[in-house]
């Protein structure tokens, strides 16, 4: 049985691999750990695919993934979360500013603390304030919003059962939200770790500030779609009953005053010519519209529904 998969996604790091790879290596035989590591290349051009060939030319533990171009970090994670067959799946940077030294205390995290998901703090950045700051920002946005104590989602240092991982499925720029997917899909237990956060060695960053806005438009979009997945009509149906209620409340006034004008002989305006009315009406269609949404994205959830929709810990039959 193995127990630790160390899955590292790569871009562009062909200086760091041979390094990393050894430092990794080492740590897992000082432990006496049975491991794989499996190096995904998310389309680089500079020559590190060439790079995990040879490391697993002289390490038979060594795993390769090669992508035909760049899909991004969330699609090199979700593939090595398939390839994984270790007991503990360990999610690392190739770009050397994790430290697999890490690794034995993530392991008895999950194994021994019993945590479905352990997630690094870098406490301590080597980054620049432009990075760190709104980084702090994001980090405190996303605990208000996914109720989750965490200080650092983005971590790229993380551990997980070999179960989590394979009930989950990220795509586009999910990563950031693994511990917040995983806890939609029933893994709650998640714990915590100050990591060590190191100097880059190799290359620059990959990534630019249009991270931190396509994060929180990411952010939106996981938690809408992990609680309304499988019930589109309480989120399209709350909507429509709000808009329908308040132009049939607004048109209900609307009429009232222009009887109750008539027959106090008063001079009230015509009900279509008040801009009010036009704004009722609006949030009448409005809210049919909603309702009628609702039911279609109910129809659609109720044909697509299947048995794989839904993570099963454990079975048995004692009558096969």
């Known amino acids: 049985m193995i127990q630790i998969s160390v899955i590292v996604p790569v871009f562009n790091e062909q200086e760091s691999l041979p390094e990393l790879h050894n ?7 000082e432990n006496a750990f049975s491991y794989e590591i499996i190096f995904v290349n998310d389309g680089s051009t500079d020559g590190s695919w060439e790079e995990i060939i040879k490391l697993g030319k002289i390490n038979p533990f060594v795993k390769g993934v090669d992508f035909v171009r760049n899909y991004g970090k969330s699609a090199a994670l979700d593939v090595g979360f398939g390839k994984a ?25 999950v194994v021994g603390g019993g945590y479905e998901v352990v997630s690094g703090w870098k406490k301590k950045r080597h980054d620049p304030i432009t990075k760190t700051v709104p980084s702090r920002f994001f980090n405190w946005v996303t605990r208000i919003i996914s109720g ?18 394979k009930n989950i499925h990220i795509y586009g720029e999910m990563h950031r939200y693994i511990p917040l997917i995983a806890k939609w899909n029933g893994f709650s237990n998640i714990g915590e770790k100050v990591v060590e956060h190191r ?6 960053t990959k990534f630019g500030i249009e991270r931190f806005l396509n994060g929180f438009l990411d952010l939106i979009s996981v938690s809408f779609v992990n609680r309304y997945k499988k ?42 010519a008040q801009p009010l009315f036009f704004l009722a009406l609006v949030a009448l269609i409005v809210g049919v519209q ?12 109720s044909n697509n529904s299947r048995k794989a929709d839904y993570n099963i810990d454990d079975e048995f039959n004692f009558g096969s």
């Open 85 to 109: 067959q270790g007991q503990v799946v360990i999610t690392m940077d190739a770009d050397m500013q994790d430290s697999p030294d890490e690794i034995p205390e993530l392991y008895e995290m």
């Open 231 to 272: 019930r589109p009509m309480h989120f399209f149906g709350s909507l429509g009953t709000i808009s329908f209620l308040a132009g049939f409340f607004i048109t209900s006034w609307l009429i009232f005053e222009k009887i109750y004008g008539i027959y106090k002989g008063l001079m009230v305006r015509d009900i279509t």
């Open 199 to 204: 100097p880059r060695k190799y290359g620059e």
């Open 23 to 29: 430092w990794i290596q080492r740590v897992m035989e």
């Open 148 to 165: 989750i104590k965490l200080h650092d989602f983005n971590c790229g240092l993380k551990a997980y059962k070999k179960k989590v991982v």
């Open 290 to 301: 909603l309702f009628l949404t609702g039911f279609l994205a109910e129809m659609m959830t």
